[in-house]
């Protein structure tokens, strides 16, 4: 198993660039969803979606899209960067049975916006 | 509004001693917590957990322990190793419509020295 991968690893794009961040996992999990980490501000939820097709926005979801055509997959898309949106970005995956509340994490896509 | 708080960004610990980590949290909704652990250039990773309805849980060198009165948890690790050197994230969960959702605190940088 791979877990959760993310692709790219680092991206750097110009104010106003469009692009998506990859995210995949092969553990069959219903559930995934986006954070993004910045200095002194934990992790903050982006976007969430508890399966094929459905998607629902988190605590930060102004300047990003997401769809969720199949189990696998989920990206993340960047309509119009802004440097605001400088920073990790993490997608995680877990199982939707009851009391199945561990995240896994894959290993972060570090963008700059400048 | 931070609803979940890890107020010491940093703590250094001597090898073989004990290492505690304090989140505080605001919201009574939440009814479970988590502990995540988080190396450089990687993704956070589960440590432990526990449930809004226990006081304590113990994995091995790691115990959280939970008082809901004070809406206070705290991570011990005995003995610290420098393997343990991370940053330390608390976690809460609340359930929202259609799925559980994790709000995390600012992290703590665990630094065990020899």
């Known amino acids: 198993n791979a877990g959760v991968t993310q692709t790219p690893k680092f991206q750097v794009l110009k104010t106003g660039q469009s692009m998506t961040l990859q995210c995949a996992q092969d553990?069959?999990?219903?559930?995934m969803s986006w954070y993004r980490q910045d200095p002194g501000m934990g992790l903050r939820l982006i976007h969430y979606?508890?399966?094929?097709?459905?998607?629902d926005q988190g605590e930060v979801p102004n300047g990003y899209n997401v769809s969720r055509s199949t189990t696998e997959d989920f990206p993340l898309r960047l309509l119009s960067a802004a440097p605001s949106q400088t920073s990790v970005y993490f997608c995680a995956s877990k199982d939707a049975g009851a009391g199945s509340y561990e995240q896994y994490f894959g290993p972060g896509t570090r963008l700059t916006v400048t | 509004d931070q609803q979940v708080k890890q107020n010491s960004p940093s703590l250094s610990v001597q090898e073989g001693r004990i290492s505690i980590l304090n989140c505080d949290y605001t919201n009574s909704m939440f009814d479970y917590f988590l502990w995540y652990k988080k190396y450089p250039a990687e993704g956070p990773t589960f440590l432990i957990s526990?449930?809004?309805?226990?006081d304590k849980n113990e994995d091995g060198r790691f115990t959280v322990f939970l008082n809901k009165s004070a809406k206070h948890l705290s991570l011990h690790i005995v003995p610290s190793q420098p393997g343990d050197s991370a940053v330390y994230f608390c976690a809460a969960k609340r359930n929202t419509g259609t799925a559980s959702k994790l709000t995390f605190g600012t992290g703590t940088r665990l630094q065990v020295t020899l």
């Open positions: 526990i449930s809004s309805i226990k």
């Open positions: 979606s508890v399966g094929a097709g459905i998607t």
């Open positions: 553990m069959n999990h219903e559930y």
